[in-house]
């Protein structure tokens, strides 16, 4: 296996490296937090970096012709090969060095893709590259909870009720999606046992994603980060509130924020405080009622909502995580 950079966690926002890796240049939605994400991750990752992106809009708006907003390497993959082509680029640079034809270095392979992209399509092609432990990778799915690029159709990772193009509500059926979103990533940490780390996160939490980069990056093999990113066009709101959706996705319980490393489970941030009974979780209508594609959602919609949530904080196995409950065989 590669070794890895030297990539110390980062202590305090003001240490935040001021490396730009994803400059001007790029034609996302103002407010888009998925944006936010790129350039957060590149300023942990630092220069020596190869980058690459499944197509969606990180792929599209980001790069009109002769356009980009990447300073480091970067290459638009299909779109369901984010697993894919981060485990070829890891193969290659190892084939290369072993060959003398690079020099020996550690240089981290970051392989991004959306919800559409990872949760759905390249499901397959990430656990492959789950298993390769020969190989350091990073595989980062921004999640906009759909596809955002192609106009804004239902995902695996919509949540239930939400109005998208494929789901719109109608006089007759006011529910359209009626499917929960998609657990990934504990599917993922728990059917990968050569997985070293698999995290969530949000744009909303600077230090918190940054250090989550870090870590995914040092500890060694394939490794995957799932984040959630309020998308003001998709989700139908003023682009100014998309930090305070992101944080209250995860203050109503319904986004958790936590590690997985060599098997130990951390909350960590809102979700550890209310875990631990510290801090209550807000009504998840103060969540939904900021977004238009919830609009035509009526009381009742919401209470259902609502248990939902607190069934996966009171009922499921470890909450928020995995929802299996142990049979009481008494
Ligand atoms: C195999 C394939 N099917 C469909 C498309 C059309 N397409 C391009 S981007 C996109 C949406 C991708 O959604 P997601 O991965 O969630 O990224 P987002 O656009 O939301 O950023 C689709 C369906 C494609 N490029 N390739
Ligand atoms: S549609 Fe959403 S994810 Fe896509 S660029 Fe706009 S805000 Fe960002
Ligand atoms: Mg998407």
């Known amino acids: 296996m590669a070794t890895v950079q030297d990539l110390p966690q980062i202590r305090g926002v003001k240490n935040i490296p001021l490396l730009e890796g994803y400059t001007s240049g790029h034609r996302t939605c103002q407010g888009c937090e998925s944006a936010l994400v790129m350039r957060l991750m590149i300023k942990a990752a630092g220069p020596r970096s ?4 499944s197509t969606g809009c990180m792929y599209v708006a980001n790069t009109t012709y002769y356009s980009t907003p990447w300073v480091v390497p970067w290459m638009h993959t299909q779109l369901g090969s984010s697993g894919s082509a981060a485990t070829g680029t890891a193969a290659a640079l190892s084939s290369m060095m072993r060959k003398g034809k690079m020099k020996q270095e550690p240089i981290n392979v970051i392989a991004f893709c959306g919800d559409g992209g990872g949760v759905d399509m390249g499901l397959s092609a990430i656990s492959a590259a789950l298993q390769h432990e020969e190989y350091n990778l990073l595989i980062l799915c921004y999640d906009n909870e759909s596809y955002a690029n192609t106009d804004i159709q239902a995902s695996g990772s919509t949540p239930w009720g939400a109005n998208t193009t494929f789901s719109p509500p109608g006089k007759v059926h006011r529910i359209m999606n009626n499917r929960w979103k998609k657990n990934t990533a504990p599917m993922l940490a728990t059917g990968h046992p050569n997985v070293r780390y698999v995290a969530t996160a949000c744009g909303s939490y600077g230090l918190d994603f940054t250090n989550k980069v870090r870590r995914a990056l040092t500890i060694g093999g394939p490794t995957f980060i799932h984040s959630i990113n309020p998308c003001p066009k998709g989700w139908d709101f ?17 986004w958790v924020q936590y590690e997985i490393i060599d098997g130990e489970l951390t909350l960590n941030g809102a979700s550890r405080a209310i875990a631990r009974g510290m801090r209550k ?11 238009g594609r919830f609009a035509h959602l009526i009381p009742e919609d919401i209470a259902l909502f609502q248990s939902k949530v607190d069934e996966t904080w009171e009922k499921w196995w470890i909450p928020g995580l995995i929802p299996f409950r142990v049979k009481d065989e008494e």
């Open 50 to 53: 190869i980058v690459l992106g």
């Open 238 to 254: 003023d682009p100014k509130y998309s930090h305070e959706l992101g944080m209250l996705a995860v203050e109503t319980g319904l």
């Open 281 to 291: 979780r807000k009504p998840v209508e103060e969540y939904l009622i900021r977004q």
